[in-house]
């Protein structure tokens, strides 16, 4: 597993973003592989200069006890940018998102401070990958923690 340039999750010489896609929406939102287990939701986001229209899979944190929220994580695999991704939803302020066998708006609120470290902290206990992501981007970026909130 990683992520391309654009923080979408890849894997080389295929489409691995298409085939989490389709396995995604042909399971009510339950994959296999590397995410076996791992909650996932599809985010829907444009393009803020292009205004092309882009599906991202993504590894969501259900928020404790508000079943309308989620928080999505702009890793990047512990790039030293930000995915384009968190660009384009932090510009839009809201958007789109599949989650299981739902289509649904949400909105787009970033997280910061004691409330984003405890988001990120908590991804990072659940799933070790988050935090090996961080260490690599220490010192260049704090990795951004987007909630998303049903509207």
């Given amino acids: 597993m990683s992520e391309d340039r654009k923080g979408n999750i ?13 396995e995604f929406r042909a399971n009510e939102g339950r994959v ?3 995410f ?21 899979p993504m590894m969501y944190l259900p928020a404790d006890g508000d079943a309308d929220t ?9 790039a ?12 839009a302020g809201e958007t789109t998102i599949e989650r299981g066998a739902e289509t649904y708006r949400v909105g787009v ?9 405890r988001i990120y902290a908590e991804q990072a206990r659940r799933y070790p990958g988050f935090a ?9 970026r704090t990795i951004p923690v987007l909630a998303l909130q049903r509207s």
Avoid: C
């Avoid at 609120?109 to 470290?117: N, T, V």
């Fill in 80 to 91: 030293p940018t930000n995915p384009d991704w968190y660009y384009n939803l932090t510009a």
């Fill in 109 to 117: 609120r970033e997280l910061a401070g004691a409330e984003r470290d």
């Fill in 10 to 22: 890849v894997a080389a010489g295929n489409d691995w973003n298409e085939q989490v896609i389709a």
């Fill in 36 to 56: 076996a287990g791992a909650p996932m939701v599809l985010v829907h986001h444009r393009g803020r200069r292009s205004g092309r229209e882009y599906v991202s």
């Fill in 70 to 78: 989620i928080y999505v994580f702009a890793s990047k695999a512990g």
């Fill in 132 to 140: 090996e992501y961080e260490e690599k981007a220490a010192g260049i």
């Fill in 32 to 34: 296999g592989g590397n």
